[in-house]
């Protein structure tokens, strides 16, 4: 599958919502039992430990196991076999994708359909997972759990952000069995577990490494340095007519863009200028055809858009957001618009999967509570002894507030997604008698 | 795949492959000079299209979302027709890049350069157990690549053909690297299956002379050392289960002949032999006092590090007897099968780094015994293994020498030679005999014939005769 192709696709999916009622919210009721945290504290793990670890590269063994499951079976299902091959492939220590080589020659029309394929291992784990919480198999469970949030630490390491994005989709399909098993009596306090995953669980450091490489190895033929002939432009016209092509673009014609432009005097001077002010020697820039000083342009403008962007990642969702809106649109959009990330999306969709982890953690700090109370839950959330993560959408703590015997506890959508019930998630909890 | 499964049924794909008959091989070739420069052809990869990476992971990779194209019934029934219609039919159906992009990143895996097929820890810790899901599909992608290969050949685009040539051989060169004789087993068919195309180009007016390209190919296309060591490995590891320092309770060697008799009787069935009861056969044997005594003698003599001769050999052997005289009659037995085996196996696979044909002389001189031992079901014979690599080469080796005469008769007028000396060219032996092969020239006909490991003369596989005749 095509990458851009398959980021909406995944994007899409990550924007359903749960169970969604009419008030816009997603509802998620959890009846809980008190339990008190195991001893020793960290016996329980959500992530494959150093000590289950071997040498070696999951990715392969994942594409194995896919392989044999398409030819030998028509349907989405895993043999035991093969999800016990994928356990053992989760913890490998060296993921590598191998593909930096091809991302620098394929540029946006890498081909990436093995990520999109780990989608349906994941959905053979979480089978294996539900039937192993309805058998009340708890270790069992969390070594599923395990492996599947290893199979998406795995995707942070691709590339690309799609790579990213199908990583926050496959915790997303772990967690919803999670949420079955600690409902179950004996299940033990995951409290510490969750406390002890990374954060971000998702990092999208290499995705957007991946992105900026993408646009990059595009371009390798527009030259910054010596002017460049009739026959280069040409080529590397026809080159982007294919590019906007696979974009849907009605940009057929690039030619036709470009004599739009190099046709205005002042704006040819103008683009001049602001090669010159980017760092370009002057006397270079003024032996550029006026096709090739367009063109130049037009990438500085879609870097500095696209960084503008960028810049933001590294900073807490409820600062992005606040920040996000105040960039700029050009007044007119690069020709090459339509490749700067949907890096709000992609943010928001990390966002949420943070949300939903702290969210959890709260529901396991609750039964903590509960275990040493009586089975009482707290009044506020500062009642809590244990340190609770605030709801990364507003860099604050969590709403949360005890109706009778049921707790009310509620996430914050990010800017502009007020009206998605998959943003508004609203966890109603009560304590099993 | 089950390992063990597979062996069998890969074996059974080797044996009957392509050129394997007794009627002669026709060739109508058009003399042909070499091309300048010499190897402007290859027919593997060279270093300079080589990138960084691990070829494995990309040949898994071109099954990703691919169901349809290499599984479904449609798309096989497709490949098969393509890969059995003549030339002249396949032209006229455009499939030059019949694939798309699956068959493309082929090409691409077959041109990295680190392999690593990530199954060599799990041969060390699952032994017999270990699943191989990569091995059997990656036939079929060597079939899908045949069939693109053909399509190639037959539109003329003989540049592109041998690209696809590089990567049939590439990946077959790989596997060659595979860690269990299985993977080597497809490697062999593979590079058969490029090897019955070539004879196909080389016929086509046109095609570049590949005499050189071809001399230019490795002596094994496709080694079998790695899989030779890591089905050792896997028996080894499976053998372990049987210890020879400390008597085993009655319950751990009910596991061990429970789990031994399931491999062997699983192993019989897909290889087409009649089942035999392991337990029945070891009941037999434990409640024979005089043979638990030998065996248990075989144990301690086979474990004595002392010369013979040596004043305290015996001293040793008494007390390694008497260990073993500790252990459950069933644990000397096993233990006794165990060594016997080792040593079977190991007299076999010294040979494996010889020539073909030194081998067979060597079995003529030996005399082995027929007996076969309890775990001799363990991984495919050995020698039709390394049989079926010599037939790969022979044929590699032949479709050199027509080659030869392609070059040969382009000096001379469209002429044969009367014998293989005139063409002053250097012309491998047969791999089966060590000797020149057979030719002789009548009318304007070359008849070439192979030979055969002895005792397989009669085996159509291995009598090729090649009759070649210049356009």
Known sequence: MRRWFCCCAVLAVLALPIRADEANETVIQVTVSPMRAPKPALRYTLLPELKEMNPGNPIPNYLKILVDQEQSSQTESFSPAALRLADWAARLDSPDWEI?????????????????????????????????????????????????????????????????????????????????????PNCPNLYWALTNLPRPFISLDKGMEGERLLIQSEFKELDYHTPMTPAQIAKLVRHIDLLLAMENRPHSTTRQWLDKHTQDKAQVQAARARLVDFGLAEEQVARFPADQVILLDDVRGYETYRDDFMKLMNLPDWELD???????????????????????????????????????????ALRLYAA?????????????????????????????????????????????????????????????? | MHRVLLTAVVLTWLLPSAQGSDSPVRFQVQPMAAPKPALRYVLLPEVRELHP?????????????????????EGVTERERYRALPLAQLRSQHLDDYGGNALRQADWAARLDALDWQVGQRLRTDGLDVQLPEVQPLRILGMALQARFRARIAAGHFDSAIDNAKTMFGLARHLGQY??????????????????????MVQQ??????????????????????????????????LARIHDDAPMSAEELEQVVSRLSGRMGFAREQAGLPPRSVRAGLEARVHNADQVRAACRRLASAECTDDASAPQAAYQFLELSMKYNKFPPMQVILLDEKRAYQARRDQTMKLLGLEAWQIDNMLAREKRSADKGLFDGFGPDLLQMKWAQARLEQRLALLRHVEALRLYAAGHHGKLPRQLADMELP??????????????LDGATAYLDGGSPRGDGNQPTYNIHYEITIR
């Not at chain 1, 109370?373 to 605030?390: F, I, M, N, S, T």
């Not at chain 1, 998605?420 to 304590?431: D, L, P, R």
């Not at chain 2, 080597?184 to 196909?200: F, H, K, R, T, Y």
């Open chain 1, 372 to 433: 040493d109370h009586a089975g009482k839950l707290p009044a506020k959330l500062a009642d809590v002894p244990v340190p609770l993560p605030h709801d990364p959408f507003t860099g604050k703590p969590f709403r949360y507030r005890l109706a009778g015997e049921t707790a009310h506890l509620y996430g914050t959508p990010p800017r502009g997604e007020e009206k998605n019930a998959g943003y508004n998630i609203h966890y109603e909890i009560t304590i099993r008698k």
């Open chain 2, 179 to 200: 860690p269990a004789l299985a993977g080597n087993q497809i490697g062999l068919s593979i590079a058969n299956q490029a090897v019955d195309s070539l004879d196909e």
């Open chain 1, 322 to 364: 606040r920040l996000a809106v105040q960039i700029k649109r050009p007044k007119e959009p690069p020709l090459f618009d339509a490749f700067v990330p949907a890096i709000l999306k992609v943010r928001h969709a990390q966002g949420r999967l943070e949300q939903r982890i702290a969210l959890l953690r709260h529901v396991e």
């Open chain 2, 205 to 238: 007016p046109g095609c570049p002379n590949l005499y050189w390209a071809l001399t230019d190919l490795p002596r094994h296309v496709v080694e079998l050392r790695q899989g030779v060591q890591g089905d050792r490995t896997q028996a080894d590891v499976e």
């Open chain 2, 53 to 73: 990476g691990n070829p494995a992971q990309w040949y898994v990779r071109c099954f990703a979302e691919q169901r349809n194209f290499f599984f479904s019934k």
């Open chain 2, 427 to 440: 012309l491998p032996s047969d791999p089966f005999t060590g000797k020149p092969f057979r030719y002789h």
């Open chain 1, 100 to 184: 930096l080589p091809k991302l620098k020659t394929d540029g946006v029309g890498l081909l990436i359909p093995d990520v999109q394929k780990l989608r349906s291992l994941a959905t053979g784990f979480q089978e294996r997972f539900r039937s192993e919480v309805a058998q009340g198999r708890v270790e069992d469970g969390l070594r599923t759990a395990k492996s599947m949030f290893a199979l998406a630490r795995h995707l942070r390491t691709h590339p690309t952000l799609i790579g990213g994005l199908v990583g926050i989709a496959i915790a997303f399909v772990t967690i919803d069995p999670l949420e079955q098993l600690i409902q179950q």
